[in-house]
């Protein structure tokens, strides 16, 4: 398995097949009902727009909805200003956009706004449409590219971290055995997982020796009866399923359902031609890894073939 494009390449194309471009969510707010309409009829076409008559019940609806790419919130209503409601989004939702609409000369109130970093831009009421949408699709564009910035940390962070805890749990252990656990939870953490088992192979056969780790704390081990294991084994290859619901092959393996998992990704760890073992990454959500780290998850099933290599040799 020297070259794990064709791989990378086949889960892209049936990540392609099932993946449908979402519209970003916009909240709008205003306690004029007609102003809200007109928000909501302006950007229904492009975006997900989910409406509020107030920053009190806005709050309620992101506590509801999660986060959205843009927020438009009007600046004068009852109870709380715009930039109040405004200001209360920032802590839990640093990334989105935030846009006031204001009919008064509030300047005080804005540009403090503006400078703490909680208001993008304001537009004047009566606001122009054509304006007002190339404020909110730059708004959109800047969320994108904020995101953007904030998930290749993540990753990098996440790189960092497993590559350590691989190094440690190799120089750390003191036995083969000891190895497996902190191996699968390392794994296991880093991607996100429901469930992770690390089992070894002998013969090219499963051998009763593993590892795992589960975010219940429990792991039923089915990879014995799991088609993805087979053909695992056999190629040298990845194998996955993107969704299981979707998934033909799969349809009536029993496990899936029984135990919640939405999405297994199956890597063998591969020593010098020899499959040393299977590595089960589980998912309750159907699969959402990128390019870069179905790449890292590559790389470091071969940094843990050298380690159980080597553990096994002391």
Known sequence: MDNPIPEIDKIRRQLMTIEKPKKLKLLVVDDEPDNLDLLYRTFRRDFNVLKADSGINA?????????????????????????????????????????ILTGFTDIEDLVEAINAGQVYKYITKPWDPTELKAVVQRAAETYDLLKQRTEELRRANAQMALLTSLVNV???????????????????????????????????????????????????????????????????????????????????????????????????????????????LQWKQPFALREDELKLIHSSAQLAAIALTATRCC
Request: charged residues 20%; negative net charge; hydrophobic residues 40%.
């Open 59 to 99: 709050l309620e609806v992101l506590a509801a909805e999660g986060e959205v790419a843009v927020i438009i919130s009007d600046q004068r209503m009852p109870e709380m200003k715009g930039t109040e409601f405004l200001s209360k989004t920032v802590p839990q939702f640093p990334d989105t956009v935030r846009i």
């Open 170 to 280: 190799t120089q750390l252990s003191t036995s083969f055995d000891s190895i497996l656990d902190p191996l699968a939870r390392s794994f296991g953490e880093s991607f996100g997982c429901d469930g992770c088992i690390l089992q070894m192979i002998d013969a090219r056969e499963l051998a009763p020796i593993q590892g795992s780790y589960s975010t219940a704390g429990k792991v039923e081990n089915w990879l014995r009866s799991d088609p993805l294991t087979t053909q695992a084994i056999a190629s040298g290859q990845m194998q996955v399923s993107v969704n299981v619901s979707n998934d033909e092959k799969l349809a009536a393996v029993s496990h899936y359902s029984d135990n919640g998992v939405k999405a297994h990704l199956m890597v063998p760890i591969i020593y010098r031609s020899q499959t040393l073992a299977v590595l089960s």
